[in-house]
């Protein structure tokens, strides 16, 4: 199993979703993700696990 953190972005490419329906994954728990805090504001991550594709 590997993983990573992947951003907003590459969340909805990876998952073939758009915005609007990552968004309602996050407000209804269907997703984990966390924020990491910057300098200039925080961003949205999400950890990608790969199982054996």
Do not use: I
């Amino acid at each position: 199993m590997t993983g990573g953190l992947m951003t907003v972005e590459e969340t909805c490419q990876y998952l073939k979703v758009s915005h609007r329906t990552l968004s309602r994954y996050l407000r209804n728990y269907q997703l984990p993700a966390f924020t990491l805090e910057f300098y200039a504001g925080e961003e949205w991550q999400f950890v990608r696990l790969d199982r054996g594709r």
